[in-house]
């Protein structure tokens, strides 16, 4: 589904992103993790095509097209889902009528249902988008748009922090319930490794100045938590 070919990218011509390669098929799961500042956010944005985020070389392909030179609606369009790590607050739009917007024929009965999956309070649909939301209110709505989108590829990007444990529970199982009922594949940025107790991935990534250092099955996890990321740096690992 998704293909990245020797990227490299820059962001005011400071490098960031040096050789990634990643392939994420249909119906898998992948997970990426990394220490703060490796460029975990900035493989999500250059993916969605955000201003700036430079592409000095290399491919995006999706489903066989290559999108490094579409823009973010286009890419967003051909169902390109990113839940971005610090959720913006827009002023003077209502929730609902974000959503309402968001989706053509979308109808009211149905973001109310998928309010209610999510346990989000119905009164917040008529205040303005996130605006003094808290944390775990505002990646709900993330997750609410998803569900309204219905995209083929889904990347999150820090979902889980900072949430309450009942809170990644919810968002997890609808994560769960929508894999299982949709064609997609997800990329899922996270620094819990508590994670493989929510979601089961494929592959599991780690990214370290701007590197895919280290792609493995979910143990790696393991690893992580018992030893940190510098584990990970030594030339030779045999798992
Ligand atoms: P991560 O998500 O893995 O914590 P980021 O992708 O946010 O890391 O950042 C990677 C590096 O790029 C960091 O050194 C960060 O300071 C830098 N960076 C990100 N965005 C910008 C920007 N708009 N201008 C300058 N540097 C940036
Ligand atoms: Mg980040």
């Known amino acids: 589904m998704l293909k990245i070919n020797k990227l490299y990218t820059s962001i005011k011509n400071k490098k960031i992103l040096k050789n990634i ?10 997970i990426l993790m990394g220490p703060n500042g490796s460029g975990k ?5 250059t993916i969605t095509r955000k201003p700036y985020y430079n592409i000095i070389k290399g491919d995006i392909i999706f489903n066989k097209k290559k999108i490094n030179k579409l823009s973010s609606d286009k890419i967003s ?3 390109i889902f990113l839940s971005f790590q610090n959720p ?3 002023e003077g739009i209502t929730m609902l009528n974000f959503l309402k917007n968001l989706k053509k024929n979308i109808k009211y009965k149905k973001i109310l249902k998928y309010s209610k999956l999510l346990k989000i309070n119905l009164d917040n649909l008529h205040r303005f988008f996130n605006l003094g939301f808290s944390g775990g209110e505002k990646k709900k709505n993330e997750i609410l748009q998803l569900l309204i989108l219905k995209p083929k590829l889904i990347i999150l990007d820090e979902i889980d922090s900072g949430l309450d444990i009942d809170t990644i529970k919810i968002i997890f199982n609808i994560l769960n319930y929508y894999f299982l009922n949709n064609k997609c594949s997800i990329l899922i940025i996270t620094h819990n490794t508590n994670i493989i107790n929510y979601i089961n991935p494929n592959l599991v990534h780690i990214l370290n100045k701007g590197k895919i250092i280290f792609s493995g ?5 393991n690893y992580i938590e018992k030893y940190g990321y510098k584990f990970f740096n030594k030339k030779r690992i045999c798992i």
């Not at 099955?217 to 996890?221: A, D, F, G, S």
């Open 41 to 45: 956010s900035t493989l999500s944005y």
């Open 217 to 221: 099955k979910k143990k790696i996890i």
């Open 77 to 79: 369009k051909l169902g």
């Open 88 to 90: 913006i607050e827009i």
């Open 21 to 30: 390669n990643l392939n994420i098929k249909n119906n898998e799961i992948h």
